[in-house]
């Protein structure tokens, strides 16, 4: 049984990625960690494990290669579109991934790195252009401002009855626009939706604008509120 350390900041794909290896029979999650101390804890404590890590954490490097060497672990980096993968594999990782990877190569990438092999797509050699996401471009264009904001608060991990506190208006009124939603951007859930969001460089850089800008405007409104 392959042992998996899963560590992501980001709640909705740390799911999401856990929901795709827990197809293979061969894999168990053993430590799932949000933050990169937590990460460095759960390598000591679980050796002879397959670290998978967002490179979004920004981890000391040279400190992650020590510990996986001393531990007899692996590492496979979850890399942010546009970085080359190159440079994650001259620290030491032994496979590297995007964000944009899909379950079939997620597994094959576990599978190949506890093989000894060091595994990384011909494709992800290179960072990506800026143009490449055509899916996401459209997306994007397609989704209303209002329909952006609540995609960026369902990334955040918010529910339906906090969404529409935030938004100022009903649960109904939110389910009526997730389908909305789910209908443009060809997903039936919303933690597809969040992993398709994630996944497109240009849509997840629109929600995250979106979700600062919220957060400044709500930020506003409670220093207006006690003024």
């Known amino acids: 049984m392959n042992k998996i350390i899963l560590a992501d900041s980001q709640a909705i794909f740390r799911a999401g990625t856990a929901k795709v290896l ?4 061969d894999s168990r999650i053993i430590a799932q960690c949000n933050d990169v101390d937590r990460l460095y804890h759960a390598i000591t404590t679980f050796p002879g494990s397959i670290v998978i890590f967002a490179s979004s954490l920004q981890p000391d490097f040279l400190r992650m290669k020590t ?19 190159s440079n994650f594999l001259q620290q030491g990782v032994r496979g ?19 093989a000894g092999e060091t595994w990384v797509p ?17 997306v994007r264009d397609r989704l209303t401002p209002k329909e952006m904001r609540i995609v960026a608060l369902i990334v955040q991990g918010c529910k339906n009855r906090e969404i529409a506190l935030r938004l100022k208006t009903t649960e109904q009124v939110i389910k009526n626009y997730l389908r909305s939603i789910y209908d443009k951007t060809g997903v039936s859930d ?8 994630i996944h497109h460089r240009v849509l ?10 919220l957060e400044a405007e709500e930020q506003g409104s409670k220093t207006n509120a006690v003024a």
């Open 190 to 197: 919303r933690l597809e939706l969040a992993l398709f969001t």
């Open 67 to 85: 510990l996986l060497e001393t531990t007899g672990s692996r590492g496979i980096v979850i890399a942010e579109n546009g970085e080359a993968a």
């Open 22 to 25: 827990a197809m293979d029979d």
């Open 204 to 213: 997840a850089q629109a929600a995250a604008e979106v979700g600062s800008k």
């Open 96 to 114: 590297v991934v995007f964000r944009s990877v899909n379950g079939p190569a997620l597994v094959e990438c576990v599978r190949r790195v506890v």
């Open 122 to 138: 011909p494709q992800l050699m290179q960072p990506s252009a800026p143009n490449d996401d055509m899916v996401g471009t459209r």
